[in-house]
């Protein structure tokens, strides 16, 4: 039996893991920390062919730009001296493009129904799996003439590409959510889209994972790697050493580092979130919505909860959080829904993490050339959950040497050279 190292034990790392447990291989997954604190738990649970545009759009550097001394602000790059940074940075910038948004559009599509048919028809008819999934939609809701136009695009885009989405107009808006106002013109309803509640999936992913007899070590910080003959053969941590037969890299936001030291120059920064959950809330919502003009978002979840979530903060791993952020987020569900009057709380109530951001906003997805038996799987930006089960299954398929189950060029890992 072959053993595979998954190192990271986020929800891409987990998702490898059980397909690959599934396919016969021996399984070992280090996290390092305790498969409890990462990105996986706090995102606002999309699963969403909606999100067929980049992060890397004409005008978000600019946008940024303005952006960059406001504290409250829902997109900001932190200043400083860092060839990493640079590196990404520029190659993120001339990504930056209309041609390259259209070139994104099926890729991301294809993955992300992809994903979305491994979530709804292996894993969510299992009971195990009980994340208190929903398929019924979400609601990008805006508020001025020019998102208006872009949303009428949006739809044309999400129709030609065969994603079941339609233009609604205030009433038609205001009727999908009767308990509480809204402040819009309009919103899209993307009936394509899903959503659950991430911290059942990831417990729930765990339980699984431990039943099947896959070893998730916790605390096992990989430091180097041994090779010999074009491989990998030995991952090496503080604690112990492991023998691999194949090794996939599925770090998340520190995956630039450790695609070094398997010598691939990964343009990756991690971007920090944040989100606050409401148990019991006096407020109510009936569908998952983004809000356009606010880049926040809202998700009720597991039946008596509400998540606000948003920000995109390009910063570091070791950079204190940024309250004011979290203030920013709340002030944007206010101006949409007037009647949420949700006070800022306190910091051990907020949650934030790191999202994997690659220079052009699409994932890192392939094997690399120098190394035969090393398969990475990163770079999801904010689709890590969305696009989470369908990684999961492609990582199997590349390391069982199968035909994907979709076209990775878009996403192959030195892609930049």
Known sequence: ??????????????????????????????????????????????????????????????????????????????????????????????????????????????????????????????????????????????????????????????????????????????????????????????????????????????????????????????LRFESGGGGIQRVITAKNGYSADSVVLATGSWSREMAALVGVNLPLMPGRGYSVTLEDSPYRVNYPAILVEGRAAITPMDGNKIRFGGTMEITSTTAPPRYGRVQGILDAVRRFFPEFDVPMPAPEKIWYGYRPCSADGLPYIGRIGKYKNVVVATGHSMLGLSLGAGTGKLVCELISEETPGIDLSPFAVERFG
């Open 1 to 222: 039996m072959e053993n595979v190292i998954v190192i990271g034990g986020g929800i891409i790392g987990l998702s490898s893991a059980y397909y690959l447990q599934e396919a016969g291989y021996k399984v070992t997954v280090l996290d390092k920390s305790d498969f409890l604190d990462n990105c996986s738990y706090g995102n606002c649970g999309y699963v969403c062919p909606s999100h067929f545009i980049p992060l890397a759009t004409p005008g978000i550097v600019s946008q940024g730009l303005k952006w960059m001394l406001n504290s409250r602000s829902p997109f900001y790059v932190q200043p400083r001296l860092s060839r990493s940074l640079i590196d990404w940075g520029w190659k993120f910038m001339k990504s930056a493009t209309k041609e390259h948004v259209e070139r994104s559009a099926v890729p991301l599509r294809d993955i992300a129904l992809f994903s979305q048919h491994e979530y709804e028809e292996s894993w969510m008819k299992q009971p195990e799996f009980e994340s208190a999934y929903e398929h019924k939609g979400l609601l990008e809701i805006f508020q001025t003439a020019a998102a208006a136009e872009h949303a009428h695009h949006t739809v044309e885009k999400a129709k030609e590409l065969g994603l079941d989405a339609d233009l609604l107009n205030y009433e038609e808006m205001q009727a999908k959510e009767p308990h509480t106002k809204i402040n819009g013109l309009g919103a899209i309803f993307f009936k394509c889209d899903a959503h659950l509640y991430p911290n059942r999936l990831m417990k729930a992913l765990i339980g699984i994972l431990q039943r099947k007899g896959v070893q998730l070590l916790p605390n096992e910080e990989v």
